[in-house]
């Protein structure tokens, strides 16, 4: 199984950038998928999560700027980012919470991270 993220970059504060992870391989089912981030000297925190059930969850941080997404038929969940600050600025990893065959357990699987920065 693997999880690819794309389509960071640089760009100037208030500016916007989109996010897609796909998981591909041998999947049975998901769960759970969202966004992390990790700045320089801190700790990976949530910024957003989808349930399966439909249940979306936002950090205070981002609320109302940022906006996440998923298409269950391409296995891809997207972050969309407006208004984006230099705080913003991190290594954004998307998380999958998926099980590969119909026995075995859900595990989370990370993708490689795609670092975001947010400067003029």
């Known amino acids: 199984v693997q999880l690819q993220a794309y389509g960071g970059g640089l760009v100037q504060p208030g500016g916007s950038l989109r996010l897609p992870c796909a998981a591909s391989g041998s999947i049975w089912g998901i769960n759970d998928m969202g966004w992390y981030r990790q700045a320089p000297g801190k700790q990976r925190e949530l910024v957003a999560i989808?349930?399966?059930?439909?249940?979306?969850v936002y950090a205070d941080s981002v609320k109302g700027r940022f906006t996440i997404s998923r298409d269950n038929a391409k296995n891809t969940v997207y972050l969309q980012m407006n208004s984006l600050k230099p705080e913003d600025t991190a290594v954004y990893y998307c998380s999958a919470d998926l099980k590969t065959t119909l026995l075995s357990a859900y595990a989370q699987y990370w993708g490689q991270g795609t670092q975001v920065t947010v400067s003029s």
């Open positions: 989808s349930t399966s059930g439909g249940r979306i």
